[in-house]
């Protein structure tokens, strides 16, 4: 699998997909190269990380010619996933989507863009807003009444339009140089789904809620993901790069002395999910990342959320590399590059998680310090071992994380997260070689297509 992942490029040419700056593939699924239509239809392989558990994950692999597209646009990707966007959710037909270009979730049906002043209620100004609910007039209570209402039926408008809803037995598989842009995929009570090679840009909140009791000093809070999945199991997400694109949030405003964040997470696991893989992702320059559980409460999400992640670039990205709550989340063979202003941590250990983090690579800048690459949302225990750290210009060595983390903080966290994971496809690498791997190989067009 690896060489042939490493002599991906010249697979594609051999075998008629379009490199990097060719002409665009052709519309007509008669007209796919012989690696598209294979890399398409190709399942999970077995004991590959958690979605491999029971009868693994193929997605859209059994769908017919009738169920198999290429889309260019919002309008036809909806159309490939069933028609109708408020019930596509529940279509359990095998589909087979290939996206050939830019789908941008702000289009029209007829591609023309909408804005976000297109979206927002009448009766919403964010200008208004501000001056109804800053600190200094409102006080730290959340907002209410109706300018609150009006920003609640605009988000209610932008998720109509940006948040695409996936069914069961769904492969979504981008050709060369795909994009998704402003939009959410949600995968909710759909299981047995594949998203492979995409790359997932500026998924973007035009409402943004004050939530002034997030914290000791308030924060903005965004509604979408890149990809969220939701009360759904057997999930494979891989090859996929996920970004802000040139709207990152460090771009925005500050109001009541708080980021105006406009995104959320790239690849959310939450409401009793399990059983997802996520491998050979690129996740660049982004701030929140993956949440494993969004509840403190024990209840349903206890025994669920089992996730595995392996390698996985993590790059200049700030917090949540995942945050865990509840699950079993086995952490392999990843590399992170850390740091600049704004990183927080890597590892958040929350209630009742279970993360087993190996043989994992982490290139930190001089100014972050290994005992900061885990934090205590919490958590009782994780296990991990086989770190290796470069800090700076220094020589790269063995770290053992949890020493670190215990030594700097108080109340230390245990080091058995009580159980091993049995479900890897191949063995684990030696973490001086995952940068080696990772760096040229994760992320969207490295496979043959």
């Known amino acids: 699998m690896r060489r042939i992942l490493a002599g991906a490029t010249v697979i594609a040419l051999l075998l008629g997909a379009s490199p990097a700056g060719a002409a665009a593939p052709p519309a007509d699924t008669d007209r796919l190269s012989w690696s598209a239509r294979h890399l398409g239809r190709q399942a999970l392989p077995e004991r590959d990380g958690w979605a491999a558990e029971g009868a693994g994950t193929t997605g859209g692999s059994a769908a017919t010619p009738e169920r198999t597209r290429v889309v260019r646009s919002r309008a036809e990707l909806v159309a490939a996933l069933g028609g109708d966007n408020a019930s596509n959710a529940t279509d359990a037909t095998p589909k087979l989507i290939y996206v050939d270009g830019t789908v941008d979730g702000f289009d029209r049906p007829d591609g023309t863009p909408l804005s976000c002043a297109e979206l927002a209620d009448p009766a919403y100004r964010l200008d208004a807003y501000l001056a ?11 907002p209410t009444g109706p300018l609150e209402e009006a920003r609640v039926r605009s988000v209610t408008n932008q998720t109509r339009q940006t948040q695409i809803n996936v069914g069961p037995n769904t492969s979504i598989v981008g050709l060369r140089g795909a994009r998704l842009t402003g939009l959410t995929l949600m995968i909710d009570r759909a299981s047995n789904v594949i998203v492979r090679n995409l790359t997932l840009v500026d998924a973007r909140d035009c409402f943004p809620a004050w939530s002034p009791t997030d914290g000791e000093a308030g924060n903005w809070n965004s509604q979408y993901d890149q990809i969220s999945v939701r009360r759904s199991e057997n999930v494979w997400v891989d090859h996929n790069t996920f970004s802000d694109g040139d709207n990152p949030d460090r771009a925005q405003p500050v109001y009541f002395g708080r980021p105006y964040q406009v995104h959320d997470g790239s690849l959310d696991v939450t409401h009793t999910a399990s059983l997802v893989t996520a491998s050979w ?20 999400d206890v025994g669920r959320l089992k996730v595995t992640l392996h390698h996985n670039l993590f790059d200049r990205v700030l917090q949540r590399l995942p945050r865990v709550r509840f699950g079993q989340v086995d952490v392999y063979n990843n590399h992170y590059r850390l740091g600049g202003d704004g990183f927080q941590y890597a590892l958040g250990v929350g209630v009742q998680s279970a993360i087993y983090a190996q043989n994992n690579f982490f290139t930190l800048d001089a100014t972050v310090d290994p005992g900061d690459l885990l934090y205590d949302w919490g958590g009782t225990a994780l296990t991990e071992r086989g770190s290796w750290v470069r800090r700076g210009s220094g020589p790269a060595r063995p770290v053992d994380l949890l020493a670190a983390y215990n030594a700097a903080h108080d109340p230390d966290l245990g080091s058995d997260a009580g159980w091993t994971p049995t479900l890897r496809r191949d063995p684990v690498l030696p973490a001086p070689l995952v940068p080696l791997l990772v760096g040229p190989l994760a992320g969207t067009d490295r496979l043959p297509i």
């Open 132 to 142: 109804a609910y800053d600190p200094a007039v409102w006080g730290r209570v959340p």
């Open 281 to 300: 992702n690129s996740f660049v320059g982004r701030d929140k990342l993956m949440l494993i559980g969004s509840s403190n409460t024990v209840g349903p």
